[in-house]
């Protein structure tokens, strides 16, 4: 799955180009500064956080129940599962080719760090195949660290670095280098499982400027990372052995740009470009 998402890159980045033209808001491009120079530009920087949801697979033994809770024994077994958490993340924009009057494409980078808990691992299953949750409950609880790297497209306040433009939005797509550390919560006999994976991710900014540049994020994020494999009995709530992975996340997360409020245009009622050398107006 990821190698063919690699595969269609190329071609989803030259239909991108060559929509352009289409795209541009006037005759006035927005001239971008050398791609590196962002690094250095605070005024591009971002932070914040939020909600985070992933959804994953449990593979292995769990134990089997019959009528008036009668034992019959183990068996292997799938099923669905999910967990909540929080992150936090920093990241930054470095715009690459403007597109039009207040629009661009960017490469996008952040550095997240999620947590969150996976919650009855050890759910009974019946002869009907309906699971059901153990009078003790083992969770794990998973510290994610991941580096998306992907591009955006631009519009708006944020693109250009704009007090002037109320709103903003970007659509983007990339990958996310993750590392996992995932344990049994209150067993401290077994070590930390570490995973590491790269998934495609989707991704949504709405941006408002209120003195600082708000936006509210909606990243999707799929692909299976293997993260955690227990090899042997977790006494006496299961029998083992079992296995985590991630198939799928999604998150919803407040970020602010700390520095947006040195942005160059003087408000958002101010409709003259004092970004455009030409003197043009929208």
Known sequence: MIMNFIRKVPVILAVAFAMIPVLGFSQYIYQVDPLLS????????????GLVMPSGEFTGVVH???????????????????????????GLNLPFKGTGHI??????????????????????????GVFKPYSTSLNASTMQVSLPIGIDYKVGNDAILSKRLLFGASMGVGVIPQFNSTSLEGVPT???????????????DWSIFGGICWKFRFMYTLGKVNILDVNGKVSPINDGPFSL??????????????????????????????YNVHDRFN
Not at 38 to 49: C, K, L, T
Not at 69 to 87: E, H, Q
Request: aromatic share 18%; hydrophobic share 35%; net charge neutral.
């Open 38 to 49: 962002n690094f250095s530009n605070a005024q591009r920087y971002e932070i914040g956080g």
């Open 245 to 274: 992975s991630t198939k799928s996340a999604f998150s919803a997360s407040l970020i602010i740009m700390p520095f947006s409020f040195k942005w160059s245009e003087s408000a958002w009622y101010n409709t003259h470009d004092t």
């Open 190 to 204: 077994y070590d930390a499982t570490y995973g590491w994976g790269v998934t495609p991710y989707a991704k949504f």
């Open 64 to 90: 089997v129940y019959g009528p008036n809770n009668s034992y019959k024994g183990d068996s292997t077994a799938k099923r669905p599962i999910s967990a909540t958490g929080f992150g936090a993340q920093i």
């Open 103 to 128: 629009s661009c494409w960017a490469l996008a980078i952040q550095l997240q760090v999620n947590q969150y808990i996976w919650s009855d691992l050890n759910q009974t299953m019946t002869t009907d």
